[in-house]
């Protein structure tokens, strides 16, 4: 079982590059979520998406786009890194959005902005 | 609002010391509460979890009661091994559609052989 796969693992942009983190997973999940966790922060959500063609914001979406174009795929777009994004970036999903479903998280994206 | 506090890292023990790794949450409603475990270089998975008052949540010799009078779920283990050196992320879930996750900021275990 792949579960939630995440690429690239790491990358370093320069400041004003624009990237792509890319996440699928193959369990036919219906909510998908993206998590930066930073030192001393924890987890703090970017964007979920509760289906196809649904996203919504979390805590922290400024400086980042989604699109949820099919089940499987939710990529997270940097339009224009800053240092500030420096971060780790987990990708996570559930079989539906709700207060006990389990998160699968990715094994994550470690971004550096120099 | 919906935030989640859990004890200040990093915690060094002893094989097969006692752990407890402690969580308050303020919260609106009935949140379900989590634990999610990280190894190093992975994602976190979900170690255990409780739905409403007085549950206990257990897996792999971890428990955690929710205390809905003392807002709390408190991480415990009787024997902690090498293995279970880890971080530990308290969460809630505060409801809706949504189903969003709130985290604390983890703790972080190491277990000294």
């Known amino acids: 079982n792949a579960g939630v796969t995440q690429t690239p693992k790491f990358q370093v942009l320069k400041t004003g590059q624009s990237m792509t983190l890319q996440c699928a997973q193959d369990?036919?999940?219906?909510?998908m979520s993206w998590y930066r966790q930073d030192p001393g922060m924890g987890l703090r959500l970017i964007h979920y998406?509760?289906?196809?063609?649904?996203?919504d914001q979390g805590e922290v979406p400024n400086g980042y786009n989604v699109s949820r174009s099919t089940t499987e795929d939710f990529p997270l777009r940097l339009l224009s890194a800053a240092p500030s994004q420096t971060s780790v970036y987990f990708c996570?999903?559930?079989?539906?959005?709700?207060?006990?479903?389990?998160?699968?998280f990715g094994s994550g994206t470690q971004l550096s902005v120099l | 609002g919906n935030s989640v506090t859990q004890m200040e890292g990093p915690v060094t023990l002893s094989e097969e010391a006692f752990l407890t790794i402690n969580c308050t949450y303020t919260?609106?409603?009935?949140?379900?509460l989590f634990w999610y475990v990280q190894y190093p270089g992975e994602g976190l998975q979900l170690l255990l979890k409780?739905?409403?008052?007085?549950d206990k949540g257990s897996n792999k010799g971890f428990e955690a009661t929710y205390r809905k009078e003392t807002t709390s779920f408190h991480l415990e283990k009787g024997s902690v091994q090498v293995s279970d050196s880890a971080v530990y992320f308290c969460?809630?879930?505060?409801?809706?559609?949504?189903?969003?996750?709130?985290f604390g900021k983890g703790t972080k275990l190491s277990v000294k052989p």
């Open positions: 919260a609106t409603g009935y949140p379900s």
């Open positions: 998406s509760v289906g196809a063609g649904i996203t």
């Open positions: 969460a809630l879930n505060y409801g809706g559609s949504q189903g969003n996750l709130i």
């Open positions: 369990m036919n999940h219906e909510y």
């Open positions: 996570a999903s559930s079989y539906a959005p709700g207060v006990n479903e389990k998160l699968f």
């Open positions: 409780a739905t409403k008052a007085d």
